[in-house]
């Protein structure tokens, strides 16, 4: 994995702006550590920063191919895992390889059949290629999203990066921040809309789309999105596909120079991708595989049972492991680590979003990181085959709104009278510009037009803040996350899948429990669903509430957005909290660290409130 970034400009000369241009990169430096790389000219620029997982020697970029009468250059971020199928191809069409690095085959394939080519590819990527002598540059991002790619395109020049700290890093670009940003900071959060980058003129190429921009002008293009197509396969043939598909998205994603390990929660997500891994890892002689999972000091002592979270993870984890043959390391987070850890987390993303459920992530990848610079993690398998309890209750499946935040109050409350008077307007907007767009059979029954409608949301809302937060928290520890449930063919059975199959025995994510319960333990496989764990702790809400209490007495700019009464009367009694932030992952205590989030955000970034 690594980081990209890029400028073109037409009245500049940009070889007269290395300083400039190195800051860009050195923005990116956490994602890509182990090289740097730079094609530079007067009008363009093309910027790489490597963390080298495949190929070291072959890899490296920019890299340059010369074929007919025209250069092209490319600068990639992502894994293929298809990459053997599309060298053979390629090989048949006349290319020869110099390395076996992704990234020279993802450079021929666009060279052989131009922008096609992203139909072709199975991986998580953001991508660029310039065409030297067309001046033309195109831009693609994987289908399900995994990868970011953000770009800026005002004042006669074309900005790009992996991410929006290294946009800003160029001199004629300022973080400014307008009423539809604070729209997404205060409602939408900690996910935010498809597209935009909440900072002004901030963009952000969608899931599965493309871009050419030649002669100052952009030209975009879906080339993947959720089709409905008909589901013909008997129920046995679909438990058999499942299985196949999900088996081998693991397999061709275990493909490594460096070393490898797993996340392992005890859930059902995590176990299937730690026994595939462990097996294959018997089979090929590779040794004994390692597995991590996060706690929090004191832990057990607190946690309480919950519709969300029905049981704590420590059990199942110690099954899992002593079934699988791992070696396996818990990592406990203290909570002053965690409250620290916020401001890390904000500069990685670039935003305030998760609060410590993000920094609780940024820590476990940095110890990870300590052997490791690759994780296997299970995301994502909840939001393709109706894992969480909102696909499962009736009395709220047909409301018009986004599941995990059915209620805005909360965020209305926390707001000072009057500021954002269009915020659940804006919302309903954002929900209403996905179900919309959702494609359905003629056949569908109002039932399976939901389901689809619920798949949508999911894919386009919820799905995209765990991947962004998987990918910024990883990335700024220089470690590599891949997510095997986010290969595209899993994207496009499952959408299609009949719910009553996709929820077979009445359970949640039942096609996989079947699928692979001759697999896994039956514990495991029948387990209830329990969240990404955070602190039950009541020391982190003290720390969090003497950090918002100050914030107030110091009068901080962040503060005068917020009510004041509300927010104390959460220190006090956080169950006076109306409703639910975001789904089962925000309460009190990480509204209070999200309004920490905030103050920092304002004050790193220069944003006048």
């Known amino acids: 994995m690594c980081g990209i970034a890029g400028v073109l400009s037409n009245n500049t000369d940009l070889s007269e702006k290395l300083g400039v241009i190195n800051s860009m990169s050195e ?25 080298t997982v495949i190929d070291p020697e072959g890899g490296r970029q920019p890299m340059t191919r010369k074929h007919g009468n025209e250069l092209y250059t490319i600068v990639y971020n992502g894994e293929l895992y298809n990459t053997e199928d599309i060298r053979k191809k390629l ?34 990527f953001a991508f660029a290629v310039y065409e030297h002598k067309a001046k033309k540059l195109f831009l693609a991002r994987d289908p399900v999203g995994v990868k970011p790619l953000f770009y800026y395109n005002e004042k006669d020049s074309f900005v790009f990066a992996s991410e929006i700290k290294a946009i800003f890093a160029y001199d004629e670009v300022t973080p400014e921040i307008d009423e539809e940003g604070l729209c997404e900071l205060f409602f939408m959060s900690p996910g935010r809309t498809c597209g935009c980058g909440i900072f002004k003129n901030i963009k952000e190429l969608l899931p599965g789309e493309c871009m050419v921009y030649e002669n100052s002008f952009v030209i975009k293009k879906r080339y993947f999105t959720l089709r409905a197509r008909p589901h013909n396969d008997t129920l046995a043939k679909t438990v058999e596909y499942v299985r196949f598909l999900i088996k081998d998205s693991i397999e061709r994603q275990l493909v490594s120079d460096v070393p490898l390990c797993t996340f392992l929660s005890g859930g059902l997500d995590s176990s299937i991708i730690t026994k ?16 991590y999972s996060v706690n929090y000091c004191d832990n057990k002592k607190y946690f309480t049972k919950s519709l969300f979270q029905p049981n704590s993870d420590d059990d199942y ?62 995301e994502c398998a909840d939001e393709l085959f109706g894992g ?95 997510v095997p449930f986010c290969d595209r063919r899993i994207v496009e059975y499952s959408f299609n899948m009949p719910w009553e199959m996709k929820a077979l025995n009445g359970r949640e994510k039942g096609i996989l429990r079947v699928a692979f319960s001759d697999l896994l333990p039956y514990d495991i496989v029948w387990r209830k669903k329990s969240p990404y764990p955070k602190t039950h702790n009541p ?33 006090e009694n956080s169950d006076n909290m109306k409703s639910m932030w975001y789904g089962q992952l925000m309460r009190a205590p990480q509204v209070l660290a999200f309004i920490i989030q905030l103050d920092m955000w304002f004050k790193e970034y220069n944003i006048q409130p």
């Open 27 to 51: 923005k990116l430096r956490s994602r890509g550590p182990d090289e740097d790389g730079l094609y530079i000219e007067k009008n363009v620029c093309l910027i790489h920063r490597r963390l």
């Open 317 to 378: 984890i110690g099954i899992m492991s002593e079934f699988a043959e791992t070696n396996h390391t818990e990592v406990v987070l203290e909570n002053k680590m965690l409250a620290d850890a916020l401001y890390d987390a904000t500069i990685a993303r670039d935003l305030p979003m998760m609060a410590d459920v993000d920094s609780s992530l940024l820590l476990f990848c940095r110890e990870m990181k300590k052997k490791f610079t690759v994780g296997v993690s299970g």
């Open 91 to 124: 090989i048949s069409e006349g290319f020869s390889f110099e390395g076996h690095s992704d990234t020279e085959v993802l450079l021929c394939a666009y060279i052989c059949f131009g922008e096609e080519c992203v139909d072709m590819l199975n991986g998580i």
């Open 388 to 482: 969480y309890p909102w696909y499962h209750n009736k009395d709220i499946l047909f409301e018009e709104c986004f599941p995990w935040a059915r209620s805005l109050d909360t965020r209305r409350a926390v707001l000072k009278k009057g500021f954002l008077p269009q915020g659940e307007e804006y919302v309903h907007q954002k929900y209403l510009d996905i179900v919309n767009h959702t494609e359905y059979l003629p056949g569908d029954t109002p039932l399976e037009k939901r389901m689809r409608q619920m798949y949508a949301l999911n894919f386009y809302g919820f799905m995209q803040n765990l991947l962004e937060r998987k990918d910024r928290m990883s990335m700024y520890s220089g470690f590599e996350v891949r």
């Open 539 to 571: 020391e982190y809400m003290r720390i969090m509430s003497r950090r918002v209490k100050e914030l107030f007495e110091s009068n901080s700019p962040v503060t005068h957005l917020l009510d004041k009464e509300t927010v104390y009367s959460y220190i």
């Open 276 to 291: 595939v891994a462990s097996d294959y890892y018997i089979e090929k002689g590779r040794g004994q595989l390692s597995t």
